[in-house]
């Protein structure tokens, strides 16, 4: 499933990122003058993009003239770019753990994947492929592009792309904030069976029918 700018078609690309550059939004004539595409293919874009919650109406710039309606991306809208957090987080990592020590960096990353679950509704599931798949979900909202895989009688979620790959290779403990997340938000042991960081070809990991530890 692709995220991100890479969902969209290349006249929406250009679309998004020609409102990312307008801070006080744009409208449809300097659109279709700066994608070169006529009015109806602008509005069509931008219904589509309203109707998704990534860009939005704005109020129009005064100009002493008849006000022109105008665009601008929402919140939602300006997360659909990049952002490099991978550089920023493995130096802070590092930093902790050279002042810290290991287990206390773990522990501490331990109850930032319990802090980020708590603000989430713990999955209520009758089974264990209900399970997998709602845990799965969850996942790949977090960019985790996780899928619920059936392995003999136990319903596992396979994650196949780590979102602190550049930091894990440093600190395999950040992986500690991977199970304590999905321990608290399933409510059982979760069980770490394979990892990418370790030569797998994914992350893959087994929810036990046991509780999750405090």
């Given at each position: 499933?692709?995220?991100?700018?890479?969902?969209?078609g290349?006249?929406?690309?250009?679309?998004?990122?020609?409102?990312?550059?307008?801070r006080?939004?744009?409208?449809?004539?300097?659109?279709?003058?700066?994608?070169?595409?006529?009015?109806?293919?602008?509005?069509?874009?931008l219904?589509?993009?309203?109707?998704?919650?990534?860009?939005?109406?704005?109020?129009?710039?005064?100009?002493?003239?008849?006000?022109?309606?105008?665009?601008?991306?929402?919140?939602?809208?300006?997360?659909?770019?990049p952002?490099?957090?991978?550089?920023?987080?493995?130096?802070?990592?590092s930093?902790?753990?050279?002042?810290?020590?290991?287990?206390?960096?773990?522990?501490?990353?331990?109850?930032?994947?319990t802090?980020?679950?708590?603000?989430?509704?713990v999955?209520?599931?009758?089974?264990?492929?209900?399970?997998?798949?709602?845990?799965?979900?969850?996942?790949?909202?977090l960019?985790?592009?996780?899928?619920p895989?059936?392995?003999?009688?136990?319903?596992?979620?396979?994650?196949?792309?780590?979102?602190?790959?550049?930091?894990a290779?440093?600190?395999?403990?950040?992986?500690?904030?991977?199970?304590?997340?999905?321990?608290?938000?399933?409510?059982?042991?979760v069980?770490?069976?394979?990892?990418?960081?370790?030569?797998g070809?994914?992350?893959?990991?087994?929810?036990?029918?046991?509780?999750a530890?405090?």
């Amino acid at each position: 499933m692709a995220h991100g700018l890479a969902q969209f078609g290349d006249t929406q690309q250009r679309l998004l990122r020609q409102l990312l550059l307008s801070r006080d939004g744009s409208g449809v004539e300097t659109l279709c003058e700066l994608l070169r595409i006529s009015h109806n293919a602008v509005r069509q874009h931008l219904t589509a993009l309203t109707t998704r919650g990534l860009v939005e109406r704005v109020e129009p710039v005064a100009t002493g003239g008849r006000p022109q309606v105008r665009y601008a991306l929402t919140a939602e809208g300006r997360e659909l770019f990049p952002r490099n957090y991978g550089a920023i987080a493995a130096a802070l990592i590092s930093q902790l753990h050279a002042r810290m020590g290991e287990a206390e960096v773990g522990a501490m990353l331990q109850e930032l994947g319990t802090t980020v679950a708590a603000t989430q509704a713990v999955i209520q599931a009758d089974s264990g492929e209900a399970l997998a798949r709602a845990l799965a979900k969850r996942l790949d909202t977090l960019g985790y592009e996780a899928v619920p895989a059936r392995h003999g009688d136990d319903w596992q979620v396979e994650a196949f792309n780590c979102v602190f790959h550049g930091v894990a290779r440093q600190h395999p403990q950040v992986c500690k904030f991977d199970l304590a997340y999905m321990e608290a938000v399933t409510g059982r042991r979760v069980h770490h069976m394979e990892c990418i960081i370790r030569g797998g070809h994914a992350c893959r990991f087994k929810l036990g029918p046991e509780p999750a530890q405090d």
